[in-house]
């Protein structure tokens, strides 16, 4: 395990061939645009490169993703693309994890598991890294290209709303969008379509909204029955954490999701200057200062008074109560 700069990511680069690139599990547009946009960059430079398929590449991103097949190389040289730890591979490559020979990542904290490792955590996204990357090799910024890159940097920064989001971010993102890329198109699909299954869940989420400690605190929750009745899959779920934190004037937001009978996943967003894993930390989860997840047994009634009394002394301490 030996932390690399970028030259010597070129290095590997240059004198390697038949690279299988590999996303995270549940990956998101920033894995799998690492991942596209790096296998074009080699083919570009003549080199045999694919991306593992784990066979769960939702469909959204097939703008780049199409016409994809996968077939494992001789003597392959394996590449981890936005996963700071082997327990993020997905479960078909668990069995490679021992194989990495480069990793390129952009987790401040992660436990490297490739030979050699690439982590450069002021990237808002993986992509940014990738473009370095393209960039040192003297590579063209082609159309496919920039479009898997541009889907990585906006997914990461929240289409640039995140404070990750820096002056290199837009930086590059101009770069990209010199490229003749259908960023519009881009964005109507990754942050503005939403299927039916995924607005009745959220529609039934918001029924749930509730409001309380002078407008501090707003929590929703979302059961098995609701998730049936709207005829939607765990991936419908993807935003809906984002529900409480909207109403204006709340510090912390709670969503509860039943994963089964007498199991709530908790998701907790903040702000300052609440930290959300403080609270979270209470009850054996972790995550980000403004972000955070945590797991909380008992009827919902129990689990919500818990994690409302966890954020109730919070927001005391912090003199807000
Ligand atoms: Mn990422």
Known sequence: MEKIGLQKVCEILRSRDNFVIFTHHKPDGDTVGSAFALMFALRDLGKCATVFDSGDIPKKYDYFTKDFTFEMPQNPTFVAVDIASADMLTPAAQRYKGDFHLSIDHHAHGTPFAKYNYINSAAAANCENIYE?????????????ASALYTGIATDTGCFMYSNTTPLTHLITAELIGRKIDFAEINRKMFESKSPAHINLEKAAW???EISHNGLIATVFVTREMFEEAGAGEEDFEGLASIPRCVDGVKIGITLKEAEKGVYKCSLRSYPPIDSTVIAAQFGGGGHIRAAGC????????????????????LKKQGLL
């Open 207 to 209: 029924q749930t909204l």
């Open 133 to 145: 990357i393209i960039n040192a090799l003297n590579i063209e910024i082609t159309t496919p290209i």
């Open 295 to 314: 797991t909380v047994k008992g009827t919902l009634e129990q689990a919500k008074g818990q994690l409302i009394f966890a954020c109730e002394q919070e």
